[in-house]
């Protein structure tokens, strides 16, 4: 397929090359775009609409997307940024230095230049950074007739004409029309009459996690964001609340193995980034669970007593973890979709512990049983079985008040995630292993 791309660009016959690209959807002619060579790269988009390289480069990644506009003519530069929705002009312009940047700028016509310079200014991974300026404005007092007028003219240029943003003198937001509200009014019917006033809007500063849930929960396409002042500054649309996602949620599974996050692609990473972004947790970690030996050594004469006890301490502290680990990655995704909250904390403490109690006692029964199979005695099995129960309980307790307390302290609960829950388990179920065998065996 790539082979057939690269050539049609040698053939250069306008004719085939419209043939073959006709065949695809835009982004898979951006996945072929970043399999050709340099130049093949810049041929490629020159010889496209410019709406359709605009929508291609819209795939692509900042550094692929500078090097084509810069190397390419300026007057195909300007179409290209021009045409480009607004917030990914915004990434790409944030991704790039501020020199690069400001040649780009100067592509732009004087009012969407000062749009995009205000967009710049918001806080990354925020509503404002997020949101696109193209969408479609419109006045309380036109009819609908005039509305569709207006779309007819600039509605090409909009990310979406789902919605239609009411806006008064000042720029505040008034009303939301929706295109169906639109098409089933009066010809002669006025905005304010048939336009929604009590509609969902987020703030510019507001985190892009807390717009995607607010999405979610509402069933909406585009969410409109707005100032302090309820000033319109742009649209959120789905597909880019999407990307969002995607994203919270890759951030959140990496740091639940114990590393952090990858800015980019996995392979766009070399070996010495990797390094880098798990060494430090590893050496947290490291020196986290170093305590674990501190208590072995302390417990080093019970052990020396009943040799047995040390069968079962890769068994228990392993359960403890496992548990931990389910409870916090349950919690984790259930504070990222707003479920629980950290005034919820007495509630899921109750309902974690309740539920660590009843898998304890499963837990201990097959302990029990593990140990008698062992041929370890009754008393050892006790020992181990008691243990199990208490160590659930308390890995389920821990596990379930962590990610909201931090939480509430706005560190990331993923942090918390299943190698740093284990790692605080282990040394503590072993505290709570020994302090059971002194008791129950009288050592």
């Given at each position: 397929m790539i082979q057939d791309l690269k050539d049609r660009l040698a053939e250069q016959k306008q004719g085939a090359l419209k043939e073959f690209l006709a065949r695809f959807q835009p982004y898979d002619l951006a996945e072929m775009l970043m399999e050709?060579?340099?130049?093949?790269?810049?041929?490629?988009?020159?010889?496209?609409?410019?709406?359709?390289?605009?929508?291609?480069?819209?795939?692509?990644?900042?550094?692929l997307q500078y090097r084509i506009l810069d190397r390419g003519s300026k007057e195909t530069a300007a179409s290209m940024l021009n045409e480009m929705s607004s917030d990914k002009v915004?990434?790409?312009?944030?991704?790039?230095?501020?020199?690069?940047?400001?040649?780009?700028?100067?592509?732009?016509?004087?009012?969407?230049?000062?749009k995009?310079?205000?967009?710049?200014?918001?806080?990354?991974?925020?509503?404002?950074?997020?949101?696109?300026?193209?969408?479609?404005?419109v006045?309380?007092?036109?009819?609908?007739?005039?509305?569709?007028?207006?779309?007819?003219?600039?509605?090409?240029?909009?990310?979406?004409?789902?919605?239609?943003?009411?806006l008064d003198n000042n720029g505040k937001l008034v009303g939301i029309v929706s295109l169906k509200q639109a098409i089933l009014a009066k010809a002669d019917a006025k905005l304010e009459e048939i336009m929604l006033k009590d509609f969902v809007s987020v703030t510019a500063r507001m985190n892009q996690r807390e717009v995607a849930t607010i999405l979610s929960n509402y069933d909406l396409v585009a969410l409109p964001v707005v100032s302090e002042e309820q000033r319109m500054i742009g649209i959120i649309t789905v597909d880019d609340l999407i990307d969002v996602i995607h994203e919270e949620a890759t951030e959140d599974f990496q740091k639940m193995g114990g590393s952090q996050p990858l800015e980019v692609p996995y392979f766009k990473n070399s070996f010495w980034k990797l390094f880098r972004k798990r060494i430090a947790w590893l050496l947290v970690l490291f020196v986290a669970e170093a305590y674990t030996g501190n208590v072995l050594r302390y417990f080093e004469d019970t052990l020396s007593e009943v040799i047995a006890l040390a069968f079962f301490v890769p068994l228990l502290i392993g359960t403890g973890g496992n548990t931990g680990t389910q409870t916090v990655t349950t919690l984790v995704r259930a504070l990222a979709l707003g479920e629980v909250k950290p005034k919820d904390i007495f509630r899921v403490a109750r309902k974690e512990v309740a539920t660590g109690f009843v898998l304890g006692i499963c837990m201990g029964a097959a302990t029990f049983l593990r140990a008698q199979f062992l041929g370890v005695g009754f008393d050892i099995g006790s020992v181990v079985a008691v243990t199990a129960i208490f160590i659930v309980i308390w890995a389920s307790l821990i596990a379930a008040v962590l990610p909201l307390v931090l939480h509430k302290l706005r560190v990331d609960p993923a942090v918390v995630?299943?190698?740093?829950?284990t790692t605080l388990v282990d040394g503590t179920g072993l505290i709570i292993y020994f302090t059971m065998a002194k008791m129950i065996l009288n050592l």
């Open positions: 050709l060579e340099e130049s093949e790269q810049i041929q490629f988009i020159a010889n496209l609409p410019v709406a359709l390289g605009a929508e291609i480069l819209e795939y692509a990644d900042p550094e915004v990434d790409l312009l944030l991704a790039i230095h501020p020199h690069q940047a400001g040649t780009l700028l100067e592509f732009l016509p004087v009012d969407y230049r000062e995009i310079s205000a967009l710049m200014q918001y806080p990354p991974e925020s509503a404002g950074s997020l949101a696109t300026v193209d969408y479609i404005a006045r309380n007092y036109w009819t609908v007739e005039h509305t569709f007028q207006h779309v007819r003219k600039v509605g090409q240029d909009a990310e979406m004409v789902s919605y239609f943003y009411v995630s299943g190698p740093f829950i």
